[in-house]
């Protein structure tokens, strides 16, 4: 299997994740973590079932890999996600020394990763991560798209109602 359809198929995992958040209410974005062809982790934005502004699904992905392979070093691993990292995500990533970062959509409000900023190849940290974008894009875009969509509609019906 050559880089292309690993990203792929892993993007993939990531979507699945991303449309459990959906599912739940929340911002479809998912996350998985990859070791040696393998996902170590993954995890879906939680922000709303746990009114708790950090549990985003890089850092819940993140988390759970570090309890899996007992370190906080992430080394020799791959992050698939489905939107670009915000800030606080892409601090994380450089902080768990992942080397590999794959996303799906970029983010122009929050993006870290290359739309505002570029913290995963910024010299002056001690880390910086080969970076891939643009994978499924558009599925990964739609799914955001849909979302905001539904709610904007379920919004217009509320008011209509009243």
Not at 76 to 98: D, F, H, K, W
Request: aromatic content about 4%.
């Amino acid at each position: 299997m050559n880089h292309m359809e690993q990203d792929q198929l892993f993007m993939q995992e990531a979507i699945k994740e991303a449309e459990i958040a959906a599912r739940k209410g929340e911002v479809p974005i998912g996350a998985v973590l990859v070791k040696d062809g393998e996902v170590i982790a993954r995890a879906h934005n939680l922000r709303e079932t746990t009114q708790n502004a950090v549990t985003h699904a890089e850092l819940l992905a993140i988390q759970e890999a570090c309890l899996k392979t007992g370190s906080w070093r992430l080394e020799n691993t791959i992050l698939y996600v489905t939107l670009e990292p915000c800030p606080m995500c892409a601090g994380a990533i450089l902080q768990s020394r992942i080397p590999r970062v794959v996303y799906g959509a970029r983010d122009i409000k929050a993006g870290s990763v290359d739309s505002l900023y570029r913290l995963l190849n910024d010299p002056r940290f001690n880390h910086q991560c080969e970076v891939k974008e643009n994978v499924l894009a558009e599925e990964c875009g739609a799914l955001l798209t849909d979302f905001f969509r539904s709610l904007r509609e379920k919004k217009k019906n509320r008011k209509r109602q009243l």
